[in-house]
């Protein structure tokens, strides 16, 4: 296999096809079917037919929290935190935005009524994210603090401020487990129309959860792939899960990840053998895929490190034309864009 580097995943997307809102309708969006020998441009509700009575959908039940909080130190300069992950008790792990980094032990005013107290780096002292410790007026905890005090992290292309509409749609129907600060956008195009229609063709579901971070979002620094390092994310596989993916394979099914985050959680299981951690997968091509047999994935980022995830799934000359033909008919691209069906290319 020829040795890939960053360069290889990068295409020229004009910002227009950025999609800054979402479909009028989630399912209503499109769906690039690149499971045949051409591309089929389709809509996301024909996703149904396009499936087999007996295959698993397994989705990321996670649910996005409202991680991003603003403040001021003592001094009256101002900053963001997003919280990354809630730890044990009242303290969180979280992103810091701020022109001076304030000194360990330093209280932070919390907009919403709440301080934050600054008890170090995390996850070691030379770590890149900072530990807090959350104090509000009666006692709530930091997801209850997050929700009153809160903003929805879009993603940094998406320009407009959050909003009531962003609180429901960037958010799938079945979010259950808090603890993202990015949504797992595949999942974004499912309404209880679909689900209901899945159902009815005997598509069998099941979850897995895999809090997506921030890190996503982090831009890959080294032409030498190798060299890059994966952020942690927490994930669980419940025993449930397992076995539907048991018996999926047993009859014959086809396990149908929606989005590049179940594919993570579900070939991190398999490559560790642990239902449940945290987990820095790094899925380039030459990865030989142990569960997922189709997935469901919107398209992402050039260079990014999901490019290169879908591209060892599906082939890197078939992914890098589909996305050829996904800009020539004008897809829209990213968290609120459209979606595409990929097949697990066979050694």
């Known amino acids: 296999m020829r040795a890939f580097t960053l360069s290889d ?25 690149g499971t045949g020998p051409a591309p089929v441009d389709r809509i996301f509700n024909q996703l149904p037919s396009l499936l087999r009575s007996g295959d698993l959908l397994v989705f990321n039940d996670t649910r996005v929290v409202k991680a991003r909080l603003f403040g001021e130190k003592p001094t009256g300069g101002k900053l963001e935190l997003l919280v990354e992950r809630v730890l044990q008790g009242a303290e969180v792990v979280a992103h810091m935005k701020v022109s001076k980094k304030p000194p360990v032990g330093t209280t932070l005013a919390m ?12 996850p070691e002292e030379d770590g890149a994210l900072f530990r807090f410790r959350f104090d509000g007026p009666a006692g709530e905890d930091p997801y209850a603090l997050m929700e009153r005090c809160g903003h929805v992290p879009l993603p940094p292309y998406i320009t407009h401020a959050d909003s009531a509409a962003d609180e429901s749609r960037y958010q799938t129907v079945f979010a259950r487990v808090p603890g993202a600060v990015a949504a797992p956008t595949a999942a974004l195009h499912f309404d209880a129309a679909l689900l209901s229609e899945l159902d009815a063709r005997g598509v069998q579901r099941a979850s897995v959860t895999l809090h997506v971070g921030a890190g996503t979002f982090q831009p890959v620094k080294t032409e030498n792939i190798a060299e890059h390092a994966m952020h942690a994310e927490r994930y669980d596989v419940p025993q449930a899960t397992q076995r539907a993916i048991a018996e999926c394979k047993a009859r014959g099914g086809r396990v149908v990840a929606v989005g590049t985050t179940t594919v993570r959680t579900l070939e991190s299981w398999a490559r560790s053998g642990e239902a449940s951690g945290d987990t820095r997968i790094f899925i380039t091509p030459g990865f ?26 599906a082939g890197y000359e078939r992914v890098m034309a589909l996305y050829a033909h996904a800009i020539r008919e004008r897809y829209r691209f990213f968290s609120y864009g459209d979606a595409m069906l990929l097949e697990r290319v066979r050694p």
């Open 9 to 33: 995943f990068d295409f020229n997307l004009p910002p227009e096809l950025v999609a800054q809102h979402p479909a009028a309708e989630r399912s209503a969006s499109r769906l690039l079917d």
């Open 111 to 122: 907009t919403g009524g709440f301080t934050a107290t600054l008890l170090g780096r995390w």
């Open 288 to 313: 030989e895929f142990a569960h997922v047999d189709l997935l469901v994935t919107n398209f992402h980022l050039p260079k990014s490190t999901l490019m290169m995830l879908v591209s060892a799934f």
